[in-house]
């Protein structure tokens, strides 16, 4: 009898237990996200110490350090274009400690290899925007161009006789060339470097190269060379007097390389958030806007959703450009 009782009357507790069940399922997200970071974040940089991507992460990732509370550490894995660095990103838990620098990179990265280590398309949830940077279009002083008008007639007259150096197949320099060039309806010829490819503008063996403007403060000094444009939208403020390559009459020519913030998918929502609002907050900070600005970056503000859509503009973008320029695979 009493253990008859004992059970009858021990149902309501049961009952009120259950209940209470789902809801402190629902609040352990919330109190993850506001426990986070417990401890030092990682984030991955797919390219060496010193780079243009590196080097911006560094400056805004610093800050934001010192707001959220813990330890920021830049780790370079590099090799493969970059593939090693996003793959072990992509294969990491998915738990907020473990990010990586990404960038306009992953796209090329998709053309350039038959097979990843990683799926760009879905194995990353995008964090936060950090910003764009275009390239500076500069002639061979030895080369007689004055203007974009003078290149493109020349190309035009002389179909196939004009060179563009690049830091290689699928690098910003390249693509952007590729850009002007289908944009120009021209036909130039590309020759990829290593390494050396302004030293060979400069000497007038090379007719074009299309400087990341982050490397390019040296060279816009040297009278070697012929400032001509950069492949932005409009002009730059840090450049007022160069003309931008869209009110030149090119606005498909328009290129600019972005770097940002991503996460392994499947990192809870309530930690990309947080991060995301910290990363704006940094961006919005008046000092680390000139940082920036002298690294030839100009930060952009975007909400997730918005920088997830323009990643995927921007990675079919890149595709179609592959194929229009005849870019293949090089494994």
């Known amino acids: 009898m009493h253990s008859t009782v004992r059970r009858q009357l021990d149902w309501p507790r049961r009952a009120l237990a259950f209940a209470a069940f789902p809801i402190v399922l629902a609040s352990a997200p919330l109190a993850h996200a506001q426990s986070y970071p417990t401890r030092p974040i990682q984030v991955i940089s797919p390219f060496p110490a010193g780079s243009a991507s590196d080097t911006v992460t560094r ?24 593939s090693v660095g996003f793959g072990f990103v992509a294969k990491a838990p998915p738990d907020g400690y473990t990010l990586v620098t990404s960038s306009s990179s992953m796209a090329t990265e998709s053309v350039l290899h038959r097979t990843l280590p990683y799926d760009p398309l879905k194995d990353f949830v995008h964090v936060a925007m950090i910003g764009t940077s275009p390239n500076v279009l500069v002639a061979s002083a030895k080369s007689g161009f004055k203007s974009v008008a003078d290149v493109v007639a020349a190309a035009k007259a002389h179909p196939g006789t004009l060179t563009f150096a690049s830091a290689g197949i699928g690098s910003s320099s390249h693509m952007a060339a590729e850009r002007f060039r289908l944009a120009a309806e021209i036909d130039l010829r590309h020759v990829p470097f290593k390494e050396g490819g302004l030293v060979q503008v400069m000497a007038g063996n090379i007719d074009l190269y299309f400087i990341p403007l982050a490397a390019a403060a040296s060279a816009l000094q040297n009278d070697r060379l012929v400032v001509l444009a950069v492949s ?18 090119y606005p498909e020519a328009v290129f600019r390389f972005w770097n940002g913030i991503s996460a392994p998918t499947g990192t809870p929502g309530e930690v990309i958030n947080k991060l995301h609002d910290v990363t704006n907050e940094v961006l919005r900070d008046a000092d680390v806007k000139v940082k920036l600005e002298k690294l030839g970056v100009d930060p952009a503000q975007m909400s997730i959703e918005e920088f997830d859509n323009f990643f995927r503009e921007d990675f079919k973008a890149t595709v179609e450009l592959a194929r229009r320029a005849d870019i293949k695979p090089v494994d």
């Not at 805004?60 to 090799?79: F, N, P």
């Not at 932005?232 to 009459?249: F, H, Q, T, W």
């Open 59 to 82: 400056v805004v990732m610093e800050q934001v350090s010192q707001r959220i509370g813990q330890a920021v550490v830049i780790e370079t894995k590099t090799g493969a274009g970059g």
């Open 232 to 249: 932005a939208p409009k002009r730059l403020g840090i450049l007022p007097n160069v003309a931008s390559i869209a009110e030149l009459g």
